[in-house]
């Protein structure tokens, strides 16, 4: 008899503790694609971002303020207009996608370690266990676009600030599954302190008839 509830009882703790690890390894099977995503995520932003500052420091170098924005004035040196010159802005941001594009493809093949602990889903254990190697193969494609800012600094002085606003799209290869990690940089490209009454236009083509609104 008491084998017999001995041999229950056994039965219970077995099916107890296979319940237990099957619930587990759906919990870290679930886990596998965001825990994945999310580590390689993190190293291609931070590779990109790298390779980012450093291409637009290099290309941003070669270039002024003068190179992008001319300052119409009148006779008595008020300022009539503010004007863009087009084909450099046009050069400038081919010039800048195509050296990103180039630099962040450069990077090559990557692997991601992952402790198996990250698995889990449990804060305590997200660095523990062995590592796992995950192999990173990506592409990216660069957009680039040319965006300009105003700020009052004082009386009559104006802080105008051009960006270049650069948009990647990377195409990961991954063991488990393809994916897509999109990344955006503001890069600083030149800055002036305008002295004099700003007009109200602000001219953004060769022809005055396409402007933008400069003061709400």
């Known amino acids: 008899m008491k084998s017999k509830k001995f041999g229950r009882l056994l039965l219970i703790v077995f099916l107890v503790a296979a319940i237990g690890v099957g619930a587990f390894l759906l919990s870290c099977q679930s886990n596998v694609?965001?825990?994945?995503?999310?580590?390689?995520?993190?190293l291609i932003a931070s590779l990109g971002m790298e390779a980012i500052n450093k291409s637009s420091a290099d290309?941003?170098?070669?270039?002024?303020?003068?190179d992008f924005i001319e300052i119409a004035r009148?006779?008595?040196g008020s300022i009539l207009y503010l004007g863009t010159n087009t084909p450099m802005v046009n050069g400038f941001t081919r010039s800048l996608a195509l050296r990103c594009e180039n630099a962040l493809n450069a990077?090559?093949?990557?692997?991601?370690?992952i402790?198996?602990?990250a698995f889990t889903g449990s804060a305590l254990m997200s660095n523990s266990g062995p590592k796992v190697e995950v192999d990173i193969t990506f592409f990216s494609t660069v957009n680039c676009d040319f965006v300009t800012c105003f700020e009052n600094v004082g009386i009559n002085?104006?802080?105008?600030?051009?960006?270049?606003?650069?948009?990647?799209l990377f195409n990961t290869v991954l063991p488990i599954a393809e994916h897509e990690i999109s990344l955006?940089?503001?890069v600083l490209i030149a800055e002036n302190v305008i002295i004099g009454e700003i007009p109200?236009?602000?001219?953004?083509?060769e022809s005055s008839t396409s402007y933008l609104d400069l003061i709400p």
Do not use: M, W
């Open 33 to 42: 694609k965001p825990v994945v995503f999310t580590y390689c995520d993190a």
């Open 74 to 76: 009148d006779e008595k």
């Open 115 to 117: 402790p198996t602990g």
């Open 200 to 205: 109200g236009v602000y001219i953004s083509g």
């Open 107 to 113: 990077i090559g093949k990557q692997t991601a370690v």
């Open 157 to 168: 002085q104006t802080r105008h600030s051009i960006y270049a606003k650069i948009d990647v």
């Open 59 to 66: 290309v941003v170098s070669l270039y002024e303020y003068s």
């Open 184 to 186: 955006t940089n503001n």
